[in-house]
């Protein structure tokens, strides 16, 4: 569990994420509205060297940015729970040469590919706290990196 205290460490953290992850990277994000699932991609926007207006994708499903390495923001909080994912092309942002960050990926859980990261964002104020997992072994990097920096 990593908790943020404020802003400021939500944005380090993100940046600190951003810079670390690499092209073909999934990134899911789960949390209540208003949880910081936005907040923390802009952050992660600016660690990939994107300096584009980040907002959330909700009413168009996928933001697409391009930077030092494209970012792929999709949202699927309006999703129909019966809307077919194949139909909609996720898997051609989660096999691209991009980082894609999906909210409230528990939605389409079961297109997700093999190995992703997932952050589930609890808040309360202007604290975090993060829980995350890491699916499959390509992000033992990431995790040793996310260990000595931020003491998970």
Excluded at 14 to 23: A, Q, V
Excluded at 89 to 103: A, N, R
Excluded at 110 to 127: F, K, R, V
Aim: proline letters at 2%; aromatic letters at 12%.
């Amino acid at each position: 569990m990593i908790k943020l205290n404020n802003l400021e460490e939500t944005e380090k953290f993100g940046r600190f994420l951003g810079e670390n992850l690499r092209p073909g990277d999934v990134l899911c994000l789960n949390g209540d509205l208003g949880a910081g699932k936005t907040t923390l991609t802009k952050s992660i926007a600016l660690g990939l060297g994107i300096d584009d207006y980040v907002t959330s994708p909700t009413f168009t499903i996928v933001n697409e940015y391009y930077g030092k390495t494209n970012l792929y923001h999709i949202d699927t909080y309006r999703l129909d729970d019966k809307v077919d994912v194949a139909y909609l092309g996720f898997d051609e942002y989660f096999y691209s040469d991009g980082v894609t960050i999906v909210e409230w990926a528990e939605k389409i859980k079961e297109a997700l590919p093999e190995e992703y990261i997932e952050i589930n964002i609890s808040s309360s104020g202007d604290t975090r706290e993060l829980e995350i997992n890491f699916i499959g072994n390509r992000f033992e990097r990431l995790k040793e990196k996310l260990n000595e920096s931020f003491g998970n």
